[in-house]
């Protein structure tokens, strides 16, 4: 009954390769986002879709491709993948309503050789 | 985007209360206080958050001073499952979705 759910929990792939982590959520929320949180252990947001719609693109490299197929799943697409892609990637969602807390999943640890 | 100010650690006994202090002496009249907590290997968890009056739910007691410069995040009670990472965030207001904006947090070990 995982509030946010990811998958995979863990995903070692190889540098150049394209990988895709998924997220849903079934707390009916409207806004969805990814952070990254990297080896210092700073969590920075990535993304934000509401409603199907992005609404915050931070200073994300554009090999990054967030997709959103409906306003219960927020998809992470990654081209190319680097070394500096290692780090973990987390999934969250609110409610609407400006001051509504987030709710997280339990994250996705990427790991590029 | 206003910054808050967190001590890097603190230790706490099994059972006491934890104090968890923050400083946030730029926040504007309309931003929030927001406390998050992340344990280790899991995603962030909201713990409360507030705007000028002190609030208080099952997890913990949030003390904001007058001027809004700084609070105090309280876990009355603290056992060792709340050993984590403390956030404090003020929240960047945004008109759909906001963005947190996350430091590097207090580590907060409670001890038995």
């Known amino acids: 009954d995982t509030a946010v759910s990811q998958t995979p929990k863990y995903l070692v792939t190889q540098m150049g390769n394209d990988k895709s982590i998924k997220c849903e959520q079934n707390?009916?929320?409207?806004?969805m986002y990814w952070y990254k949180q990297d080896s210092k252990k700073f969590l920075k947001i990535m993304f934000s879709?509401?409603?199907?719609?992005?609404?915050i693109n931070e200073t994300v490299p554009n090999r990054f491709s967030p997709k959103s197929p409906d306003k219960a799943h927020l998809n992470l697409h990654i081209n190319s993948l680097e070394l500096g892609d290692s780090a973990v990637y987390f999934c969250?969602?609110?409610?609407?309503?400006?001051?509504?807390?987030?709710?997280f999943g339990d994250g996705t640890r990427l790991s590029i050789l | 985007d206003a910054k808050t100010t967190q001590p890097p650690s603190m230790d706490c006994a099994e059972g006491r209360a934890a104090n968890l202090p923050c400083n946030h002496s730029?926040?504007?009249?309309?931003?929030?206080v927001y406390w998050y907590r992340q344990i280790h290997s899991q995603g962030p968890q909201y713990i409360i958050h507030?705007?000028?009056n002190n609030e208080t739910n099952e997890m913990a007691s949030l003390i904001i001073t007058e001027d809004r410069k700084s609070s105090t995040l309280i876990l009355p009670h603290a056992t060792l499952r709340d050993t984590a990472v403390y956030y404090c965030?003020?929240?960047?207001?945004?008109?759909?979705?906001?963005?947190?904006?996350f430091g590097a947090g207090t580590i907060l070990r409670v001890k038995s």
């Open positions: 965030i003020v929240r960047v207001h945004m008109e759909y979705g906001n963005k947190l904006v």
């Open positions: 879709y509401n409603n199907k719609e992005l609404i």
């Open positions: 707390l009916g929320h409207d806004t």
């Open positions: 507030g705007l000028k």
């Open positions: 730029t926040i504007s009249g309309n931003e929030y």
């Open positions: 969250a969602s609110s409610p609407p309503g400006r001051y509504q807390p987030q709710h």
